[in-house]
């Protein structure tokens, strides 16, 4: 079974920027649709970013667009989401997961296989 590691979180200062990196194993990283998603305290888990297996088209949340990115290495068979932080309320667990679904998706039900989550601390 394909497994996830979120890697590099930690405290960050508002206006600074931190790379988080999910490391996948188990079974090659181009057979999923790879997404990031978020989960604040008191909140629902949201939607962050997704790439696709194929030919790597990305899709970002729109409270994160131009100021997170997504991208992947197939050779590494890692993940990668570097953010710009800028708000307070970005602080979060923020999670990998990978979807079997063909067609594109953001929601967080159709993904089947979620890391453990990293945690973010955004200072003011």
């Known amino acids: 079974q394909v497994q996830l590691v979120e890697s590099g979180g930690g405290l960050v200062q508002a206006g600074g920027s931190l790379r988080l990196s999910c490391a996948v194993s188990?079974?090659?990283?181009?057979?999923?649709?790879m997404g990031w998603f978020r989960q604040a305290a008191g909140k629902e888990r949201e939607f962050v970013a997704a790439?696709?297996?194929?030919?790597?088209?990305?899709n970002h949340a729109d409270s994160v667009k131009g100021r997170f990115t997504i991208s992947k290495d197939n050779t590494k068979n890692t993940v990668y989401l570097h953010m710009n932080i800028q708000k307070p309320e970005e602080k979060a667990v923020y999670y990998c997961?990978?979807?079997?679904?063909?067609?594109?998706?953001?929601?967080?039900?159709?993904?089947?296989?979620w890391g453990q989550g990293t945690q973010v601390t955004v200072s003011s």
């Open positions: 188990g079974r090659t990283l181009s057979s999923y649709r």
């Open positions: 997961a990978a979807s079997t679904i063909i067609r594109s998706t953001i929601d967080v039900r159709e993904y089947n296989y």
């Open positions: 790439i696709s297996r194929s030919d790597s088209t990305t």
